[in-house]
């Protein structure tokens, strides 16, 4: 079964902090991975999409990482800002669309 | 900037009611879709539309009904809504590649339904 698995559940850290966000992935055949932010009572905003052969991008603050061999991507946020307090989604597609079920940040001052 | 527009952002209905949640987009994108959200379960797709009059179901069709009369606008219908439809209702819409082009949400109907 195609499943995208999210860790932390969530996390809370202090503002100017580095965080990574985890997504494990089953699905194949294998697209593309994107990584959503979804402030609280909005929809899920697209920050970066990497196809299999792309291993790196950025996006301002935010890196992500894909390792299509073990089927894993990491979003690395450097010096957190409040304004990064949000779900972070990870979502592969293939012959469909499979969504994790999300990192809730929590960026304290 | 792409604007997924959806009806409203709080609805509350009665078990049994018919709802409508509508949705518009204003980037001529052929794929439109809705998603609902619940704690802990991610975004799991309902149904989706690749052109007019065209409709796919999803993961979780059960109970819902949809309709695309116009390209940019795309209608949810719960034909008799029950107390498990209450959840986060998210549309979004993508240009044509159904799922491999990146989707532009709505911010959401939070559904109630005593």
């Known amino acids: 079964k195609n499943q995208v698995e999210q860790s932390p559940q969530s996390l809370i850290i202090l503002e100017g902090k580095n965080c990574t966000l985890q997504c494990n992935y089953t699905v194949s055949p294998f697209s593309n991975l994107r990584w959503y932010k979804q402030d609280t009572g909005r929809g899920p905003v697209s920050l970066t999409i990497m196809t299999f052969s792309e291993n790196t991008k950025s996006n301002g603050r935010y890196t992500a990482t894909l390792d299509a061999d073990t089927k894993q991507s990491s979003l690395h946020i450097t010096a957190s800002q409040l304004s990064d307090s949000a779900s972070y989604i990870c979502?592969?597609?293939?012959?469909?669309?499979?969504f994790g079920a999300g990192t809730r940040l929590t960026v304290k001052p | 900037d792409v604007k997924v527009t959806q009806s409203s952002r709080y609805l509350v209905k009665r078990t049994g009611e018919k709802v409508f949640l509508e949705c518009v987009q204003d980037?001529?994108?052929?794929?439109m879709f809705w998603y609902r959200q619940d704690p802990g379960l991610g975004l799991r797709l309902i149904y989706f539309?690749?052109?007019?009059?065209?409709?796919e179901k999803g993961d979780i069709p059960e109970g819902y009904s949809v309709s695309r009369e116009k390209k940019e606008r795309f209608s949810l219908i719960l034909e008799s809504a029950s107390t498990n439809q209450t959840s986060m209702y998210l549309c979004a819409s993508s240009s044509s590649g159904t799922f491999k082009n990146i989707q532009y949400f709505g911010a959401g109907t939070r559904l109630s339904v005593l």
């Open positions: 980037m001529d994108h052929e794929n």
């Open positions: 979502v592969v597609s293939g012959d469909d669309m499979r």
């Open positions: 539309s690749y052109d007019v009059k065209m409709k």
